[in-house]
């Protein structure tokens, strides 16, 4: 019976893994004020970061989709695993050994069936390393020299190689305790006439990597001729393995891709290794399918691309028609990039590999770095593939070619190159070639918006509600960023959970009413329940999971981790001074609306009103100017 991992050692683990360090393997963070950092959701596609993590506070949240939590909910989500395999997972990042009570430590049967196929896939990929050494394999060593790489390319990138026979790796793995069903799940075995037998036999091997570094898959080339299988072999879909949602190279490029803003796309995994053995340490790769939409949010997290923000994005392609079409195809996803997409061919229409080889590292380079932009290209394939000698042939390429232009994101680049397309056509009416760019330019605008409403009521339908918009993330909490008494109640709420000390122990004393906004009094009763801001101010670290703890349910949590991520709204540090005027201000809101109830109060006493009744209502109204005043003159003195 699998026993349950122990309490301390779970709350250990959430304490020593760093929140930003996590989802820095996944996004591109960046200050985002207050202590907080910022980045594009990886839950949900955006081109604006609304996604902020407070490292101090170990928590997330996105105030587009309203995902929020702290570090093991964040990898529960983006890994989707269950709770003890996120355990498991991060536990040994940070040299920390579980215990499991209640049946006794039994490897192999409390592990997760993810934690398990990531062993499977870890110890597979180091036995490849060394039968790459092996008298067998001389073939496959042979194959990396002739291109390029000596055993230091092929050790850095954990390269390995696949014996011929049919249950080598099988009986390896099978004595180190994993299951025949284990090794079908993996997709390092395949099924045989007798059981699980190698899938990958007499290859070359490389490890497949997710974001993270973790081993998810593995590519093997064929290296003999009586092989009657394809070029390349990878690992089939599996749990672990989703070709769609996988970059080679991506564990390797991601920090230099964060780092300039540019991400190379090349054809294969020798492409790959002669990039970044040239000195192009931000060149990635899709495997054995061409690059999608998947891909494309990978390097947008990445790169922070946002309308406000210019990365590049640089495809390299075969010069030959298929390479030709792919980078078409490629053009057809440029609009989901904010950064500028190019392409770059070499002369002869070498790949990397080959450039690298015939050429040398510097070719490589220079390669890279003057890339065509991909629309440039794309408008250049329409035209030639169109008799400009005749009418009919300029006409039809000039309907092929302007549509292209139309798409350009940028107006003024857009104008040049309407320009530049007569020129090509051979129109000689710049303005009539420019006037047909912007019809259809404004056709497309017009198109887009209608696909996004109709794309909006479909979602609405789908969930059952009126087709003119979008269910709301969280129908139960509905505020108004725009109200300037919320706004007030919000802040606060804010400097209490991230900054207590600097509202301690006043802000103890306002009752839950002075939040009359119900979402807002939830988070206050909250506070309370954990004690109060004098006990945050006493323990600032474990603070906002005691409030999160103290909630009701998921909807004021995740309000909870949304006030503690969000930045206070100060262009300087929050301070003393700071929070002194929120206090003042709510308590200032909360007179206001009693002064409001005591004149109304008065108006439906009338003329019948007793003296008695006169006296008690006025004599209130006349106390409560008088403390607002005070308010006003002397601040949070007066409180």
């Not at 062993?119 to 042979?142: C, M, V």
């Not at 075995?189 to 990958?200: A, L, V």
């Not at 530049?420 to 009416?429: F, S």
């Not at 008065?602 to 607002?628: D, I, K, M």
């Amino acid at each position: 019976m699998a026993g349950r991992i122990r309490d301390e050692d779970v709350d250990a683990v959430r304490a020593a893994v760093r929140i930003d360090a996590v989802v820095g393997e996944y996004v591109q963070l960046t200050n985002g004020g207050g202590g907080q950092l910022k980045g594009l959701c990886p839950f949900h596609d955006e081109k604006s970061a609304s996604f902020y993590v407070n490292p101090s506070k170990g928590v997330y949240s996105c105030f587009g989709c309203q995902e929020s939590g702290d570090t093991l909910g964040f990898v529960m989500k983006i890994e989707h695993l269950s709770f003890v395999e996120t355990v498991e997972r991060l536990a040994p990042t940070v040299g920390i050994t579980l215990r499991y009570e209640g049946g006794g430590y039994q490897p192999g049967q409390q592990k997760g069936e993810r934690t398990r196929l990531l062993e499977i896939n870890k110890i597979a990929a180091a036995w490849f390393t060394e039968q790459l050494s092996s008298p067998e394999a001389e073939i496959g060593r042979r194959f990396l020299k002739e291109r390029g790489f000596e055993a230091e390319a092929a050790a850095h990138f954990s390269l390995g190689y696949a014996p011929g026979g049919f249950e080598h790796l099988t009986r390896f793995l099978r004595g180190r305790g994993f299951s025949d069903r284990e090794l079908l799940l993996s997709g390092i075995c395949s099924e045989g006439q007798r059981g699980p037998m190698d899938r990958f036999r007499g290859r070359l091997v490389w490890p497949i990597r997710d974001i993270t570094g973790e081993v998810v898959g593995f590519g093997a080339r064929k290296l003999r001729e009586d092989d009657n299988g394809p070029k390349y072999l990878n690992t089939p879909e599996t749990p672990l393995y989703k070709k769609s949602n996988v970059l080679y190279g991506i564990d390797l490029a991601k920090k230099d891709i964060a780092k300039t803003g540019r991400a190379v796309v090349v054809e294969g995994y020798t492409d790959v290794m002669a990039c970044h053995l040239a000195g192009v340490t931000t060149a990635v790769a899709t495997c054995g399918t061409a690059f999608a939409e998947d891909h494309i949010k990978i390097l947008r997290r990445l790169l922070m691309d946002t309308s406000a923000y210019r990365g590049e994005v640089v495809f390299t392609f075969d010069g030959d028609a298929a390479g030709q079409k792919a980078a078409l195809r490629a053009f057809e996803d440029d609009q989901k990039f904010a950064a500028r997409t190019s392409i770059a061919i070499s002369p002869g229409g070498m790949d990397p590999c080959e450039l690298r080889l015939a050429q040398g590292d510097e070719a490589v380079r220079t390669l890279i770095e003057h890339p065509v932009p991909l629309f440039l290209f794309a408008i250049r394939a329409a035209v030639a593939s169109h008799n400009l000698e005749t009418a009919e042939g300029r006409s039809a390429a000039l309907e092929q070619a302007a549509p292209i232009v139309a798409r350009i994101k940028d107006g003024s680049i857009q104008h040049d190159y309407a320009v530049q397309l007569a020129g090509m056509v051979g129109i000689l009416d710049e303005q009539f070639v420019v006037r047909r760019v912007n019809q259809l330019a404004r056709w497309q605008r017009e198109r887009d918006q209608q696909a996004a409403r109709s794309g909006v009521r479909r979602q609405g339908q789908q969930q059952g509600q009126a087709p003119a918009a979008a269910a709301p993330m969280r129908p139960a909490y509905r505020l108004n960023p725009r109200d300037p008494a919320q706004f007030v109640e919000r802040e606060l709420l804010k400097l209490a959970l991230q900054h207590p000390v600097l509202v301690a122990p006043t802000f103890d004393f306002y009752a839950q009413d002075e939040f009359p906004t119900p979402p807002y009094a939830a988070v206050r009763a909250a506070i309370a329940a954990a004690g109060g801001v004098e006990a945050g101010a006493a323990a600032p670290d474990a603070w906002s999971g005691l409030v999160r703890a103290a909630a009701p349910d998921d909807g004021v949590r995740g309000l909870i981790t949304e006030l503690t991520v969000e930045p206070v709204r100060t262009r300087r540090a929050a301070d003393a001074v700071y929070a002194g005027e929120f206090l003042v201000k709510l308590r200032l809101q909360a007179v206001d609306r009693r002064v409001a109830d005591c004149r109304a109060h008065l108006q439906r006493l009338g003329p019948r009103a007793t003296p008695e009744q006169l006296s008690a209502v006025q004599g209130e109204l006349w106390a409560l100017q008088q403390y607002g005043q005070s308010l006003r003159e002397r601040g949070a003195a007066a409180l």
